[in-house]
């Protein structure tokens, strides 16, 4: 079968290009990464910044145009639940392969770059799914310093039959004939397994050499790099100008507006929105840190009431989300009349907000829109800066110290910009709402007790729409029901659930029941992401 191009638009939020502001530097290497719709993408881009290389995900089917525009220095093509070979499949610009630029097929960026290559892909006669043992039949720059064999992470139910002309076989497995290629004259490297997962002990190894000796990259993509990169851009782009920051106290926005204060000083004021949805306490632990004793122009806005109107008898955490978001602008354009003249808004958008708002890869889902993401309106009077919108939630907290935040701010645990309404499962009320605070405070102060706060990544409480019955004082009891969730992460992308003491649930489980009227039973959640995500709605 020919193969097919097919073109596609990248999605503005994923490329992100537009309206931050926070593009890459010319000055910096870059590695684009071609997303064919892999679990593994996202792990791809962190493996490659971690070595010291800035990265960013397009849509394996962008035109060879748009990557060329971007001035990538190095090309990775992902992972896919496709089949190359389907009319269906996404693939990519068949150009690409004549820029020269240095090259990685991973798994399904294996098979298709043969299938456009000249050679031959089909239904594997035994698929190889775990781990399997990679056998090199040639070394290759992009193996060494690794064994002739190894154990590698595979995830493929097709393989390659035949190479195209200049390409030549490099390893193979007991399932796998072709197991990795490489292009006799062009820097074109093809393996089978994935290097990215942690499942795959040489997986580091093999993209650092492709990184360092295929590419032959400098590296050199730090922090301290991206702060004073970030601090330039925005006040470049900013010029004279004044800007509103949305400040939560969460690590995000505090991040970013201690960032725009590091730029423009006394030019950004910044606005804590009091919705009504902020936790136990939280509008006043913001005034004073960040306020009072980080000196950052702060007004708190007293606008529950508006928000708990709009969001009344409204259950579809979709919609929820969407009118949180254009109700946060119409709040900001408020205050920035009054504070003017202001023509732009800071906020914490991240990486993974961007990518489950507008997935670059092929057939992906949009996971949840989030409030900064697709849930602002079309139409606003503000100009957006997002100086964090490329980054991991690891990495921000890196930027923070760079900043010498301190680590009670940068520590802290991440929390969502529509705040309890979606950890209010249905519809959002003042008195459950007050239900939640009391429950969420309990469990995060047993955890500080406990010393599991700055053991695991993120954990709340969640007040579910249901109602138990239940046994109080010896009489029967009818009431709601709190849910716990504690996760361990590195960037939100994945997560599992973390394994607390039964000892420390217990003693929260029981102080809720007694101390929170209206709660009778509390349960655990034990699931990862995937297949949940972290917060339940």
């Known amino acids: 079968m020919s193969p097919r191009q097919k073109g596609g638009r990248t999605p503005k939020a994923v490329a992100g290009r537009a309206r931050d502001g926070g593009r890459r530097s010319s000055r910096h290497e870059l590695v684009l990464i071609l997303d064919f719709g892999s679990q593994y993408t996202q792990l791809i881009a962190r493996r490659v910044r971690e070595a010291g290389v800035f990265s960013e995900i397009v849509p394996g089917t962008t035109p060879v145009a748009e990557i060329v525009g971007r001035k990538p220095s190095a090309l990775i093509l992902s992972g896919s639940p496709a089949s190359g070979y389907r009319v269906e499949a996404p693939l990519p610009d068949p150009g690409i392969y004549d820029l020269g630029k240095p090259l990685l097929g991973i798994c399904y960026g294996f098979q298709v770059t043969v299938q456009l290559q000249g050679g031959a892909v089909s239904k594997a006669r035994a698929g190889e799914y775990g781990t399997a043992t990679f056998v090199l039949d040639r070394r290759t720059p992009l193996f060494d310093r690794v064994p002739k064999r190894f154990r590698a992470w595979m995830s493929h139910g097709d393989e390659v039959e035949a190479l195209g002309d200049g390409w030549v076989k490099v390893a193979h497995t007991s399932n796998c004939a072709f197991a990795a290629a490489a292009h006799s004259k062009r820097p074109f ?88 949805l902020l936790r136990r306490g939280e509008a006043e632990e913001v005034a004073r840190e960040l306020g009072e004793k980080r000196k950052l122009q702060l007004t708190v806005v007293d606008a529950r009431r508006r928000f708990l109107d709009k969001l009344m008898n409204v259950t579809d955490p979709e919609r929820k989300r969407k009118i949180i978001g254009g109700e946060f602008i119409a709040v900001f354009e408020e205050e920035a009349r009054k504070h003017g003249p202001v023509e732009f808004l800071a906020q914490g958008t991240l990486y993974p907000d961007v990518i489950e708002s507008a997935s670059a890869g092929h057939g992906a889902q949009v996971i949840k829109t989030h409030h900064n993401v697709g849930g602002l309106p079309d139409r606003m009077n503000l100009r957006l800066i997002e100086p964090l919108r490329l980054l991991f939630k690891d990495e921000v907290r890196a930027l923070g110290r760079e900043l010498g935040l301190p680590d009670h701010l940068v520590d802290r645990h991440p929390f969502p910009g529509p705040g309890l309404a979606v950890r209010t499962l249905g519809a959002v009320n003042e008195p459950d709402l007050e239900i939640l605070r009391s429950a969420d405070a309990i469990f995060i102060e047993e955890l500080r007790r406990a010393k599991w706060y700055g053991r695991t990544w993120q954990a709340f409480a969640v007040l579910l729409p249901l109602q138990t019955v239940g046994v109080k004082g010896d009489e029967r009891s009818y009431e709601k029901v709190i849910a716990l969730r504690a996760v361990d992460s590195s960037d939100g992308m994945t997560a599992d659930w973390t394994r607390l003491p039964p000892s420390l649930l217990a003693r929260v489980a029981s102080r809720i029941a007694n101390e929170v009227r209206g709660v009778n039973r509390v349960v655990y959640d034990c699931t990862s992401k995937p297949p949940a995500t972290i917060e339940w709605e």
């Open 189 to 276: 490297h093809l393996i089978q397994f994935h290097p990215e997962v942690v499942h795959s002990p040489y997986g580091k190894q093999v993209l650092h050499n492709f990184l360092f000796k295929v590419a032959r990259l400098k590296g050199g993509w730090t922090m301290k790099g991206f702060l004073r990169q970030s601090i330039a851009e925005i006040r470049e782009r900013v010029g004279d100008g004044h800007v509103i920051c949305g400040l939560s106290g969460g690590v995000d926005s505090t991040v970013v507006a201690t960032l725009c204060h590091k730029a423009i000083g006394a030019r950004l004021q910044c606005v804590l929105v009091d919705h009504g």
